[in-house]
Nanobody, 116 residues
Framework: QVQLVESGGGLVPAGGSLRLSCAAS????????MGWYRQAPGKQREPVAT???????DYVDSVKGRFTISRDNAKNTLFLQMNSLKPEDTAVYLC??????????WGQGTQVTVSS
Protein backbone atom coordinates (compact mmCIF):
# COMPACT_ATOMS: atom_id res chain seq x y z
CA GLN A 1 0.00 0.00 0.00
CA VAL A 2 1.04 3.57 -0.69
CA GLN A 3 -0.24 6.53 1.29
CA LEU A 4 -0.13 9.97 -0.31
CA VAL A 5 -0.48 13.25 1.59
CA GLU A 6 -0.67 16.56 -0.22
CA SER A 7 0.21 19.95 1.24
CA GLY A 8 0.91 23.49 0.13
CA GLY A 9 -2.48 24.61 -1.08
CA GLY A 10 -4.03 27.92 -0.10
CA LEU A 11 -5.55 31.19 -1.22
CA VAL A 12 -3.50 33.40 -3.53
CA PRO A 13 -4.26 36.36 -5.79
CA ALA A 14 -4.17 35.98 -9.55
CA GLY A 15 -0.58 36.05 -10.75
CA GLY A 16 0.71 34.48 -7.56
CA SER A 17 2.56 31.24 -6.97
CA LEU A 18 2.18 28.11 -4.88
CA ARG A 19 4.28 24.99 -4.45
CA LEU A 20 2.41 21.77 -3.77
CA SER A 21 4.03 18.75 -2.19
CA CYS A 22 2.93 15.13 -2.06
CA ALA A 23 4.64 12.91 0.49
CA ALA A 24 4.43 9.19 -0.18
CA SER A 25 4.80 6.51 2.47
CA UNK A 26 4.34 2.77 2.74
CA UNK A 27 6.71 1.90 -0.07
CA UNK A 28 9.10 3.60 -2.42
CA UNK A 29 7.43 5.19 -5.44
CA UNK A 30 10.50 5.67 -7.61
CA UNK A 31 9.17 3.16 -10.15
CA UNK A 32 5.71 4.69 -10.23
CA UNK A 33 4.28 7.24 -12.62
CA MET A 34 3.40 10.20 -10.43
CA GLY A 35 0.94 12.90 -11.27
CA TRP A 36 -1.14 15.85 -10.19
CA TYR A 37 -4.83 16.03 -11.02
CA ARG A 38 -7.41 18.65 -10.17
CA GLN A 39 -11.13 18.79 -9.72
CA ALA A 40 -13.14 21.99 -9.67
CA PRO A 41 -16.71 22.16 -8.33
CA GLY A 42 -19.13 20.68 -10.84
CA LYS A 43 -16.37 19.52 -13.15
CA GLN A 44 -14.69 16.23 -13.87
CA ARG A 45 -11.28 15.42 -12.50
CA GLU A 46 -8.58 16.29 -15.04
CA PRO A 47 -4.87 15.52 -15.27
CA VAL A 48 -2.61 18.52 -14.74
CA ALA A 49 0.88 17.06 -15.00
CA THR A 50 2.61 13.71 -14.83
CA UNK A 51 6.19 12.54 -14.46
CA UNK A 52 7.41 9.06 -15.32
CA UNK A 53 9.86 7.03 -13.30
CA UNK A 54 12.50 8.17 -15.80
CA UNK A 55 11.66 11.85 -15.37
CA UNK A 56 9.66 12.42 -18.54
CA UNK A 57 7.03 15.07 -17.92
CA ASP A 58 3.73 15.89 -19.54
CA TYR A 59 1.34 18.78 -18.97
CA VAL A 60 -2.18 19.74 -19.90
CA ASP A 61 -2.05 22.60 -22.40
CA SER A 62 -3.64 25.11 -20.03
CA VAL A 63 -0.72 24.98 -17.58
CA LYS A 64 2.24 24.63 -19.94
CA GLY A 65 4.83 27.29 -19.25
CA ARG A 66 3.33 28.07 -15.84
CA PHE A 67 3.49 24.81 -13.85
CA THR A 68 6.47 22.53 -13.27
CA ILE A 69 6.22 19.00 -11.92
CA SER A 70 9.20 17.35 -10.26
CA ARG A 71 9.98 14.41 -8.03
CA ASP A 72 12.57 13.64 -5.38
CA ASN A 73 12.84 9.88 -5.23
CA ALA A 74 15.25 10.00 -2.30
CA LYS A 75 12.56 11.75 -0.26
CA ASN A 76 9.64 9.87 -1.86
CA THR A 77 8.06 13.23 -2.65
CA LEU A 78 6.33 14.82 -5.62
CA PHE A 79 6.13 18.56 -6.23
CA LEU A 80 4.14 20.98 -8.36
CA GLN A 81 5.42 24.51 -8.73
CA MET A 82 2.58 26.73 -9.91
CA ASN A 83 3.33 30.22 -11.18
CA SER A 84 1.20 32.91 -12.80
CA LEU A 85 -1.89 31.40 -11.25
CA LYS A 86 -5.28 32.20 -12.74
CA PRO A 87 -8.77 32.04 -11.20
CA GLU A 88 -9.53 29.08 -13.47
CA ASP A 89 -6.78 27.12 -11.69
CA THR A 90 -9.00 27.03 -8.60
CA ALA A 91 -9.64 23.40 -7.68
CA VAL A 92 -8.78 20.59 -5.32
CA TYR A 93 -5.40 19.24 -6.41
CA LEU A 94 -4.82 15.53 -5.93
CA CYS A 95 -1.66 13.47 -6.06
CA UNK A 96 -1.61 10.12 -7.85
CA UNK A 97 0.86 7.24 -7.96
CA UNK A 98 0.36 4.37 -10.36
CA UNK A 99 2.20 1.38 -11.75
CA UNK A 100 1.19 -1.60 -13.83
CA UNK A 101 -2.58 -1.96 -14.13
CA UNK A 102 -3.56 -2.56 -10.55
CA UNK A 103 -1.42 -0.24 -8.46
CA UNK A 104 -3.22 3.10 -8.38
CA UNK A 105 -3.19 5.36 -5.31
CA TRP A 106 -4.69 8.77 -4.55
CA GLY A 107 -4.22 11.37 -1.88
CA GLN A 108 -7.04 13.30 -0.24
CA GLY A 109 -6.25 16.52 -2.04
CA THR A 110 -5.33 20.09 -1.18
CA GLN A 111 -7.45 23.13 -2.01
CA VAL A 112 -6.04 25.82 -4.28
CA THR A 113 -8.05 29.01 -4.58
CA VAL A 114 -6.99 31.86 -6.87
CA SER A 115 -8.78 35.15 -6.38
CA SER A 116 -9.33 37.57 -9.24
Amino acid sequence: QVQLVESGGGLVPAGGSLRLSCAASGRAVSTYIMGWYRQAPGKQREPVATVSSGGITDYVDSVKGRFTISRDNAKNTLFLQMNSLKPEDTAVYLCNARRDLWLDYWGQGTQVTVSS
